[in-house]
């Protein structure tokens, strides 16, 4: 499967089926592994919640956790909860559910546009996309005289330029920018966008905890899994258009790392921000 039918398999993932009032049904990508991407299970939870709402009502935040391991050879049930329905805002639950077991559970809050005062962090100076190399062939060029876990070389739904190569020292070991752009046009549908970016915010987010560790620790060793994960949408954007994405470690303690991520368009504009804490637990020799 080459990384344009990958971005369609996604488009179709996120077509949930309604199978009950607020109750919807998902299908899986098919990746490598028996775990769920947890990104994907975000996305999801989103489109089912999106469902509920009238489209001039698009998502602002979402705050969600991961309870189980998700398996990927089972379709995930969205059971969506009408917290309330307000003059602005309209709240839901999602709860993601497997063999009878919630996997998942995300609140989603919607807004209807408004207009007020504005400000933003800017965008750091970064190097464009068109100067930077795919990912995936740099990983395809290491695999060569390195051995590489099999997921960095896989097709992907989105074109990933890591503004650090990945072959080269980085001069930020807390930092990891990278240009993101979803690989084939996507229907002009502002929730779907926010799907599709909600996807991709769980994109090596939880990796970045590595960083500062990644010459002292055999990563390998190191036992990881999201654990939360909370998103807000500042403005509106197009997820097939390139936005880059900083992803910034702040801390690690008591066996858990916290990141955060900001995206920019192009243009210098902030249009998400995201914070996730993950789970990242040392194995220690002898234990299974």
Sequence with gaps: MTATDKAGELLKVLRLESIETNLFRGQNEARNGARLFGGQVVAQALASAAKTVDEDRPCHSLHAYFLRPGASTIPVLYSVERIRDGRSFSTRRIVAIQKGEAIFSMDVSFQIHESGLTHQHDMPDMPMPESLE??????????????????????????????????????????SPVWLRFRRPAPDKRYLHQC???????????????????????????????????????QSFAADDWILY??????????RGFNRG???????????????????????????
């Design 196 to 234: 599709l970016l909600a996807y991709a915010s769980d994109m090596g987010l939880i990796g970045t905890s590595m960083l500062p560790h990644r010459h002292s620790v055999d990563r390998q060793r190191v036992q990881m899994a999201s654990l939360d994960h909370a998103l807000w949408f500042h």
């Design 134 to 175: 795919d990912d995936m062939e740099v990983a395809k060029r290491m695999q060569t005289k390195q051995a590489l876990p099999g997921w960095s070389t896989r097709e992907r739904p989105f074109d990933v330029r890591s503004v650090y190569p990945l072959d080269e020292s980085r001069p930020n070991n807390n930092m």
């Design 262 to 288: 900001a995206f920019y368009t192009r243009d210098g504009t902030l249009v998400a921000s995201a914070l996730q804490e993950g789970l990242m637990r040392e194995i220690q020799l002898g234990q299974s």
């Design 246 to 255: 900083i992803k910034e470690t702040t801390t690690a303690a008591a066996a």
